[in-house]
């Protein structure tokens, strides 16, 4: 069975870093994206990132492009986003999410697995 698990949130300070990461249990030979989104408390959920497994593409949202990076470790199946430059509007739950292919982007309908989310508190 797919699942789709990520790990590593916690609460830090404006200004650190955090790392959180996401483990494909499922993982399918050809390629197919990746990605990270979020959901505010009293907001909808938007897309943060994403990264496709063989290719490495990668794409950000503009309000993370520049702080926040993303890669992934093909021996562990496992993607990390790394959070620079914390805000107090990056908090958020983080969810990791699966597209069936060789996309990643803002349209939730494209991804097939999501995990249960991990919280990122950033508070001074």
């Known amino acids: 069975q797919v699942q789709v698990v990520e790990s590593g949130g916690g609460s830090v300070q404006p200004g650190d870093s955090l790392r959180i990461s996401c483990v494909d249990s499922?993982?399918?030979?050809?390629?197919?994206?990746m990605a990270w989104f979020r959901q505010a408390p009293g907001k909808d959920r938007e897309f943060v990132g994403g990264?496709?497994?063989?290719?490495?593409?990668?794409m950000f949202a503009a309000s993370v492009r520049g702080r926040f990076g993303i890669s992934r470790d093909n021996a562990s199946n496992t993607v990390y986003l790394q959070l620079n430059s914390a805000r107090t509007t990056d908090t958020a739950v983080y969810y990791c999410?699966?597209?069936?292919?060789?996309?990643?982007?803002?349209?939730?309908?494209?991804?097939?697995?999501w995990g249960q989310g991990t919280q990122v508190t950033v508070s001074s």
């Open positions: 999410a699966r597209a069936r292919r060789s996309f990643i982007g803002e349209d939730p309908n494209v991804y097939d697995y």
């Open positions: 499922g993982r399918r030979s050809s390629d197919y994206g």
């Open positions: 990264i496709t497994w063989i290719g490495g593409a990668s």
